[in-house]
Structures are given as structure tokens and as C-alpha cells.
């Protein structure tokens, strides 16, 4: 898993943290020295004693890291800017093994913005996996919801998990294809 690329972490605290791929969560403690793999969309995947985990971007702090902002929409926002920043947090969401987020990887189906009670907004998603037995599916279906429920207005995310149709490499974006080779 080290690669040049790679940057030592020693971890500053103790922190919770989700096994890649098996999904199970941990708590390194603090001390736990290491290895940042990957660090895309506010989250980080790091190597520790021969294992993979998720480390999640409000625990940044837990490996010398700064947290994502906090998002923000004007006061005037429409239902089109909610979804904008709906498919610009979809764009954060990456598989802990693929440096490629999930808009980009073909994953996501649909997304629809609508009112809620009050002055409150849903979000539904339909997504897919690369595969259907992929054991980071709930740990993707967990991140994509508790992004999307970080958008002001947003009180609810419901994010479904479907196989028809299939993932396909021809639902990946262009820049996926060239970058994986998967023409």
C-alpha cells in the first residue's frame, strides 16, 4: 500500500475509523502511526499495521488534517442551487479503493431535490456499485447521506441502493475511462 505518493500520519487522538473493504468499525488509537493513501473528498484512507481504514473528514483532526468547511447556500436558495451543491457534494463521495468519485464512476442514477416539511428539502438518490457484492456499498450509501444531510435546508437524504441497470464502464465519464485505461 506505501507508495512514494503516500504521507506518514501519526494519529493525535483516538479516532474512529471503517475497515476497507470489510466495513467494520474501529477506533485507532491515538499514537497509531501510518500511511495517507488516498485523501479525496474530505475523507482520507490510511494504511495502519497491514489494514486499510476510512477516516471521515470531521475526524481529520485526528490525523493533523483541517475539516471541510462547513457548506453554505445564499438565503434566496432555489430548489437548482440545492441541487447544485447536491451533485457538488455527490462529487466528494469516493470509494476508499478508487480514486474516483462516484458521479464520475457512473454510480449514481438520479437525484431529485424536493420539499419537505416546513422550509426543509429531501433528497432522493437511486445508486449503484462497480459490483453487487462490493463490501464498501453500505459504507458509500452511509457517506453519500451524511454529505447530502450537510446541505442547509436538506433534513433528509434517502439514498437507494439498485442493480437494474447494471454498472457498466460505459456509464463512466469520459476523464474515469482515459484515467483507468477503461475504454
Same mark, same amino acid.
Given at each position: 500500500m506505501y507508495s512514494r505518493n503516500s504521507e506518514p500520519v501519526r494519529f493525535e487522538r483516538d479516532c474512529t475509523a471503517i475497515m476497507v473493504p470489510q466495513g467494520e468499525s474501529v477506533t485507532l488509537p491515538a499514537g497509531s502511526v501510518g500511511y495517507i493513501t488516498q485523501g479525496l473528498g474530505g475523507s482520507y484512507t490510511v494504511f495502519v499495521e497491514g489494514n486499510l481504514f476510512r477516516i471521515a473528514g470531521n475526524d481529520a483532526d485526528a490525523i493533523g488534517k483541517e475539516p471541510p468547511e462547513p457548506l453554505r447556500l445564499p438565503d434566496d436558495a432555489g430548489d437548482g442551487d440545492v441541487e447544485t451543491l447536491v451533485w457538488q457534494q455527490l462529487r466528494t463521495c469516493f470509494d476508499p479503493e478508487i480514486p474516483f468519485n462516484i458521479v464520475d464512476l457512473g454510480l449514481v442514477y438520479e437525484a431529485h431535490v424536493h420539499k419537505a416539511a416546513g422550509d426543509g428539502r429531501e433528497v432522493d438518490i437511486k445508486m449503484t456499485l462497480t459490483a453487487p457484492g462490493c463490501g464498501m456499498g453500505d459504507i458509500l450509501v452511509d457517506d453519500v447521506r451524511s454529505k447530502l444531510e450537510q446541505i442547509p435546508t436538506v433534513t433528509r437524504a434517502n439514498v437507494e441502493l439498485?442493480?437494474? *441497470? *447494471?454498472?457498466?464502464?460505459h456509464l463512466m465519464s469520459e476523464a474515469a475511462r482515459l484515467e483507468t485505461g477503461m475504454w
Open positions: 439498485v442493480f437494474d *441497470p *447494471p454498472w457498466g464502464q
